[in-house]
């Protein structure tokens, strides 16, 4: 019987009504049931993107962002982070292989860790596949900026009601007309929308058909447990300036062994202290004197 | 029990309730002295920055950026100010489970700081958050986080700040002259605590467990799956020292109101949570030791944030743990005084070193807090002093409570209420 075994049937027989356990195994069973190769994904195929930086500006005109700025991506800049008025972009890097161009945005996680630390559920796996986030719900603690490993989430520090900006895989637009906006409008056909199974045999198929064009892995396969944004790339991932270094477990996966012990702590302590308690009394009977308690 | 002093403070039987309030209010001291001037300065520029702060948000007066989402106001005021109040279920659990009397003296005056040091820094949470006005929705359900360490986090804080109150609440009842709902808030007691360690224990190590995923972000000499457990030991050494510190503070500052029982027993209770700061801590580093090996920290082992870690590991932690053990073996209060320094500053590293400083260690641009962060903080502690001054220099807490309060211990009726009983309370104290 290994430990987590063993908090699950303790925490399920300490009662499913306290914070812990048993709604948040009833939450995964139903993800479960829906595959996450079956939710929507983004395909995205460096080998493909020539840095014209269209879905920077479709993405900011859908989402009603400003215009991103066109003087930021001279040779030898640094590369630019994903921020607050603008939920993707896209970056220059020379490699080994010569220039090569990655756009960045939110990775939609399978099992999201800002999703899994959000208090108020602001952040929000849908079952389709996006991750949303929900105004009404924020509170603002930032703790999704704390724990997402792809620093995903940003925050509109300069407001007196700040937002939190990411990319939304136009969860919205695509409920309409089914593509998201940067999907829609790449002149060059990197971008590719559907199922994220789908899209892992497109990537497949690619890096098979192609020998030596891509290096044999497809980024968000299994990176931080798999992610509904997945890339192939002609240079190794180090080199186009992604973490190669996150685990292949979700990352909420690290709270689970603590949370599943809360149900048994909030049951087991209070009667162990009270027995505790009782079993001081004797010999403190037999010398206290009253006094006042504080 | 100073009787005199009591007789000045409590409300006398029949003087009317609103008249007392008022008189309550009136200074009791000098009003223009050096802490005085200082503290209010602070607040008055921390009125000013935190208006300023809720008009053009959190980044015009934060040096907090999208790469750092959290900054001084939750490292130092959250993560460390919640371990520093640990000795209020610490202190609980010596005396009401373990019934150790030694300690009941400054039982009050440790659940008072603990209630005030989640009042104020808990609460400073909302000045962090974003959108405050939507504090309550994972209190009303909208949504609950199930999944969030957070959410319990939350959750804990409130009804733990609620466990303090009523704890504390005898005091406020003895103030008042309230005998009969003092009865009832007595009673309360035994429950409250029990109820109060278990949430202690959880949140105290879910700040920590906060932290398990932002594992690619955290120097992994800092990383560990243990650091829940971290945590909750630290609390427990945490807020032993900061007894000691504040009680040899207190013990000057409010010489007046502090009680006989607590004056003589001062000492040996100083070397009693010493020698408990002492074993907590051989624990804590006995875990640091375990996890090192247990996940290869070696490898990480280099540089100058070896150096860093090892001043948090050996200067802060092994270093009071031997002057604790040695102070408490052979009585040297000076060995301990200084121990209990270091060993807060110990427990300020360890969550700062977690929260902001090996926090993304690799990033090119690192976050220093600005002065404003810091006056806000500094503001926030003298808030909390104010109230502390005020309670205890009129309520019953350091001792001095009213001769009817005596007679609803919650011990019920095992040894009967006598007059001469309480030499015999200080013989037992004695062994």
């Known amino acids: 019987m290994d430990r987590r075994f063993f908090f699950k049937v303790v925490g399920a027989a300490a009662g499913t009504t306290l914070v812990g356990a048993a709604p948040r195994d009833a939450e995964a069973a139903a993800t479960a049931s829906r595959s996450a190769d079956d939710a929507y994904g983004v395909l995205v195929d460096l080998t493909r993107c020539v840095g014209c930086r269209t879905c920077e500006v479709a993405c900011a005109s859908a989402n009603g962002l400003p215009a991103p700025s066109e003087a930021d991506d001279k040779p030898g800049a640094p590369p630019r982070a994903t921020n607050d008025t603008q939920w993707t972009v896209v970056n220059r890097h020379d490699t080994s292989k010569g220039e090569v161009y990655a756009k960045s945005q939110c990775m939609h996680c399978i099992e999201p860790a800002c999703a899994a630390g959000c208090l108020t559920k602001a952040l929000f796996k849908t079952q389709e596949g996006p991750v949303v986030w929900r105004a009404d719900k924020c509170m603002g603690c930032r703790f999704c900026m704390v724990s997402c490993p792809f620093d995903a989430p940003k925050f509109e520090y300069n407001s007196w009601n700040p937002k939190i900006q990411k990319c939304q895989m136009c969860w919205e637009r695509a409920k309409a007309n089914g593509l998201p906006a940067c999907v829609e409008n790449c002149p060059n056909e990197a971008l590719t929308f559907g199922k994220r199974g789908e899209l892992l045999e497109i990537a497949r198929q690619r890096i098979y058909q192609n020998p030596g064009q891509y290096v044999s892995h497809i980024y968000g396969e299994h990176e931080a447990g798999g992610t509904a944004v997945l890339y192939i790339s002609p240079v190794d991932f180090a080199e186009v300036g992604f973490r190669t270094d996150l685990d292949t477990t979700s990352y909420p996966e690290t709270t689970r062994d603590f949370l599943t012990a809360v149900p048994l702590i909030l049951t087991a302590f209070p009667a162990f202290l009270m027995g505790l308690r009782q079993a001081t009394g004797r010999s403190a009977e037999a010398q206290d004197a009253p006094h006042s308690e504080a | 029990m100073n009787a005199a002093v009591s007789d000045a403070y409590h409300r006398r039987p029949g003087e009317r309730f609103w008249p007392f309030v008022l008189r309550q209010f009136r200074p009791s001291g000098p009003l223009v002295t050096p802490f005085n001037v200082i503290t209010v300065g602070l607040m ?388």
């Not at chain 2, 009693?272 to 804590?284: D, E, H, Q, S, T």
């Not at chain 2, 209060?333 to 926090?359: D, P, Q, W």
Request: hydrophobic letters at 55%; a positive charge.
């Open chain 2, 44 to 431: 008055l520029v921390a009125a000013v920055i935190l208006a300023w702060r809720f008009v053009y948000g959190l980044g015009s007066v934060t040096n907090l950026n999208q790469d750092f989402a959290w900054g001084l106001w939750i490292g130092f005021d959250v993560m460390a100010g919640v371990a520093f109040a640990g000795g209020a279920y610490v202190l609980c659990f010596l005396v009401y489970i373990l019934r150790m009397e030694k300690y009941h003296a400054i039982v009050r005056v440790t659940v008072l700081n603990g209630f005030l040091a989640y009042v104020f820094y808990a609460s400073a949470l909302l000045l962090d958050l974003g959108r405050p006005w939507n504090v309550v929705n994972p209190i009303i359900g909208n949504s609950f986080g199930l999944t969030s360490v957070l959410f319990l986090v939350a959750w804990h804080f409130m009804l733990y700040m609620g466990a303090e109150l009523i704890e504390f609440s005898p005091a406020i009842a003895e103030w008042g002259g309230f005998r009969k709902l003092h009865k009832v808030l007595t009673a309360l007691t035994v429950g409250t605590v029990v109820f109060g360690i278990t949430l202690s224990t959880l949140h105290q190590s879910a700040l920590g467990a906060l932290y398990l995923m932002a594992k690619p972000k955290v120097h992994p000499l800092w990383y560990s799956e243990f650091i829940p457990v971290l945590f909750f030991v630290s609390s427990i050494f945490a807020g032993m020292a900061m007894v000691i510190f504040e009680g040899g503070i207190s013990a000057k500052v409010f010489a007046d109101r502090t009680g006989d029982d607590v004056k003589r027993s001062h000492h040996r209770i100083v070397i009693g949570l010493a020698r408990l700061a002492g074993g907590a801590m051989f624990v804590y580093l006995f875990l640091q030791v375990v996890q090192f090996v247990h996940e290869a920290k070696w490898n990480h082992f280099e540089g100058g944030w070896a150096a860093w870690w090892l001043v948090e590991i050996l200067g802060l932690t092994a270093v009071p743990m031997v002057l604790f053990m040695l102070g408490s073996t052979r009585n040297r209060m000076g060995f301990i005084k200084v121990a209990a320094v270091l060993t807060l500053l110990g427990v300020l590293l360890n969550r700062l070193n977690l929260s902001v400083i090996a926090f993304k260690w690799y990033a090119p641009v690192h976050y220093v807090p600005s002065w404003q962060e810091f006056v806000v903080s500094a503001a926030v502690l003298s808030a909390e002093l104010w109230v502390f001054r005020w309670v205890v220099r009129r309520m019953p807490v350091l001792g001095g409570e009213p001769a009817w309060a005596r007679a609803h211990a919650t011990q019920p009726a095992t040894v009967p209420v006598v007059p001469g009983a309480v030499p015999a309370m200080m013989q037992a104290e004695r062994r």
